[in-house]
């Protein structure tokens, strides 16, 4: 009934008051299954869920995750008298309030006045979040509200298509067509998303942090021994070059026990909280410097902005990295724990001893952050160009595809330097004397060749899968409980 709505009664409504009357109407009683004048929450989710198929709604689960709240914020918004429902005049008030928005929204869109929405006013307007598409994705997003085959929207089919859409204005319906997450496989450095003015305003964006950071200590702790075990082999190939993942794996539960395999996570989880704090905080700030026109951040200004705001938080949180590093690879009884390794570093080294290895470090978020973000967005582009169908989004598996591979090519082109840190980080540990960058680069080449700046490369890859894997599913789990879609 929904759908022949939406395909006759619908658009053949002109914007006259005994016309929006009817079809709000008829639009009401159809969605009032038991016809008793209200609206409840079940009613609308099955509205919403029959509306569009276009909306990306492919089970139950999925459904639920990510229009919760979109039910709750139409029901809140109309709902004046407080009753958990919504009579006629409620609606009818709610649909007449939105459909102004959804026109200044259009009219934002419609820059030439034509009174219709083709392609390349929808390039304009997704690159205004400095995303770059194609046209064929700007067809496929267009072909998601076209109902009539010209592959451009006039009003009718815009307002039809966002009727029941809780979006208020034009930037929350483009990050609808394109949607992120905030995912964090441990290596300190990916770039930060985005947040909405809305996000912001509600109070939204830090319960996506808190979520984010829920899901980075899940994650972190999952991955703990693999991250242990790249670290050992960085740290120890000096000593021997024939080193196998089992046996270092034997050796680690030989000395310590099971539980050692965690040793110095305690750390890597504490710091999220600052580290992820000044990333955000500080990529917003580096944003609105790099955006000169008061408006647009382009691809290389967030790349540039990203790389920024990750060598400020590093530069902040870069001792509990050196710390982390020494409780990783120090010996069963070492250290009593985070107090002891830090009083004994003191002794040993003064307050310098806690920034060995921050210049290789600063040097590898830039390879890192610029290799995940274009490849991401290469990845995902190319698929919506050449795969998506009928919708602009590309769903979970498609995202954790891209991230998976991104993430492996970042990690690739920064490991060199992530090794020559961590080796200068726990130089004292190898009863080594203190050596300049350049001095450790020609000692691993001399001794180990090109093979010796990628130690311990097989368990970082071999971590980058479920690290993304558990991250995205934990982070989506813990969605609604925070209220988020």
């Not at 530069?315 to 990295?321: A, C, D, W």
């Not at 590309?394 to 995202?399: D, H, Q, S, V, W």
Request: hydrophobic residues 40%; neutral net charge; contains cysteine.
């Amino acid at each position: 009934m929904l759908r022949w709505l939406r395909g006759f009664v619908l658009p053949q409504a002109v914007c006259q008051s005994d016309d929006d009357y009817l079809r709000y109407q008829i639009l009401f009683e159809d969605l009032d299954h038991n016809g008793d004048g209200v609206l409840d929450i079940q009613e609308l989710q099955e509205g919403l869920k029959n509306w569009n198929s276009s909306f990306d709604i492919n089970s139950e689960r999925v459904y639920s995750q990510k229009w919760k709240l979109a039910h709750m914020t139409i029901l809140s918004a109309g709902d004046t008298n407080a009753d958990s429902g919504l009579d006629f005049q409620e609606f009818m008030q709610y649909l007449q309030d939105h459909e102004k928005k959804m026109k200044l929204a259009f009219s934002s869109l419609d820059r030439n006045k034509d009174g219709v929405i083709d392609a390349s006013e929808v390039i304009a307007a997704v690159k205004s979040l400095g995303v770059d598409i194609s046209e064929a994705q700007a067809n496929s997003i267009l072909r998601s509200m076209d109902s009539d085959g010209t592959l451009t929207i006039d009003w009718d089919e815009w307002r039809d298509y966002f009727l029941l859409h809780p979006a208020s204005n034009i930037k929350e319906i483009i990050r609808f067509w394109k949607r992120s997450t905030i995912i964090d496989i441990g290596e300190s450095i990916a770039i930060p998303d985005e947040f909405t003015e809305r996000e912001k305003q509600s109070g939204d964006w830090w319960k996506r942090l808190v979520a984010a950071g829920i899901s980075s200590g899940v994650t972190r702790t999952c991955t703990a021994p693999l991250d242990r075990l790249k670290i050992i082999m960085q740290v120890h190939s000096l000593k021997t070059s024939k080193m196998r993942l089992s046996s270092v794996f034997e050796q680690m539960i030989k000395e310590g026990g099971i539980l050692s395999l965690w040793q110095g996570n305690g750390i890597n989880v504490f710091k999220i909280a600052p580290e992820t704090a000044l990333k955000i905080g500080a990529y917003e700030q580096y944003k609105k410097w790099l955006s000169f026109d008061g408006s647009r951040i382009g691809v290389l200004e967030r790349f540039i902005a990203g790389s920024l705001a990750g060598a400020t938080a590093q530069t902040f949180i870069y001792p509990m990295e050196v710390i982390k590093t020494r409780l990783i690879v120090a010996k069963k009884g070492e250290y009593t724990g985070v107090v002891d390794c830090i009083r004994k570093l003191l002794k040993q080294g003064g307050v310098k001893v806690f920034f060995k290895g921050y210049v290789p470090n600063l040097l590898g978020i830039i390879p890192y952050a610029g290799l995940d973000l274009a490849v991401y967005e290469l990845l995902k582009n190319y698929w919506l160009e050449h795969y998506a169908e009928n919708s602009a989004n590309p769903g979970i598996a498609i995202l954790l595809g891209c991230s998976t591979l991104s993430h492996t090519c970042g990690q690739l082109a920064s490991f060199p330097l992530n090794l020559i840190r961590t080796r200068m980080q726990a130089e004292a540990l190898v009863e080594k004397e203190t050596v300049s960058m350049s001095q450790l680069i020609q000692e691993i080449y001399n001794k180990e060749g090109k093979r010796g700046f990628f130690r311990g490369i097989t368990p970082n890859i071999i971590k980058v899968l479920p690290a993304v894997g558990i991250g995205c599913v934990v982070y989506e789990k813990l969605k609604p409980y925070f209220g988020l879609t």
